[in-house]
T-cell receptor, first 114, second 115 residues
Framework: AQKITQTQPGMFVQEKEAVTLDCTYDTSDPSYGLFWYKQPSSGEMIFLIYQGSYDQQNATEGRYSLNFQKARKSANLVISASQLGDSAMYFCAMREGGNTPLVFGKGTRLSVIA | DTGVSQNPRHKITKRGQNVTFRCDPISEHNRLYWYRQTLGQGPEFLTYFQNEAQLEKSRLLSDRFSAERPKGSFSTLEIQRTEQGDSAMYLC?????????????FGDGTRLSIL
């Protein structure tokens, strides 16, 4: 079974608009962390934002925020005021407590249109 | 503060040849990870080190693959007798500590193409 599911292979957004990238996860471990990474065409994986399973508030980092709905097991990334430089692949990943490797989804390709 | 460095960026080789990649993690990070990413997929875990000890290996890491981190600093990943299916991006990441909240910081990757 997929541990991380990203159902949107591709998304388009107009410059300066907000966009939500979906991520659902599957775990029975009460302690886990959820991460979002950005991968431009150059290939580097850039860490964007983190949400812990015990965090009471949704994480925010600049224009990035995480809509964490624990009961639904979803951790959607919201990018506000999209910029052309936001065009990239975006990956959701999970790390379960006591288990070190990150498990990634298949990613969503975001294209920002001028 | 330099990031994770990987060399080479690209490697093209003939099937059956051996290849070796190098990863230099962020200097104070004690954990180092190797992932493989094929086209259209997210990265998949291969193996990781805490200092010089290799603590976990994925079933993806066949006996043709070997990884080392001899002094707990840089790491090498060697693939022997390369096959077409080894063509992929090989990503290295490092982190400090073992908490579930520790992000892994990735290098630019090494893209391997098998002719």
């Amino acid at each position: 079974a997929q541990k991380i599911t990203q159902t949107q292979p591709g998304m388009f957004v107009q410059e300066k608009e907000a966009v939500t990238l979906d991520c659902t996860y599957d775990t029975s471990d009460p302690s886990y962390g959820l991460f979002w990474y950005k991968q431009p065409s150059s290939g580097e994986m850039i860490f964007l934002i983190y949400q812990g399973s015990y965090d009471q508030q949704n994480a925010t980092e600049g224009r990035y925020s995480l809509n964490f709905q624990k009961a639904r097991k979803s951790a959607n990334l919201v990018i506000s005021a999209s910029q052309l430089g936001d065009s990239a692949m975006y990956f959701c990943a999970m790390r379960e407590g006591g288990n070190t490797p990150l498990v990634f989804g298949k990613g969503t390709r975001l294209s920002v249109i001028a | 503060d330099t990031g994770v460095s990987q060399n080479p960026r690209h490697k093209i080789t003939k099937r059956g040849q051996n290849v070796t990649f190098r990863c230099d993690p962020i200097s104070e990070h004690n954990r180092l990870y190797w992932y493989r990413q094929t086209l259209g997929q997210g990265p998949e875990f291969l193996t990781y080190f805490q200092n010089e000890a290799q603590l976990e290996k994925s079933r993806l890491l066949s006996d043709r693959f070997s990884a080392e981190r001899p002094k707990g600093s840089f790491s090498t990943l060697e693939i022997q007798r390369t096959e077409q299916g080894d063509s992929a991006m090989y990503l290295c990441a490092s982190s400090m500590g073992q908490g579930v909240n520790q992000p892994q910081h990735f290098g630019d990757g090494t893209r391997l193409s098998i002719l």
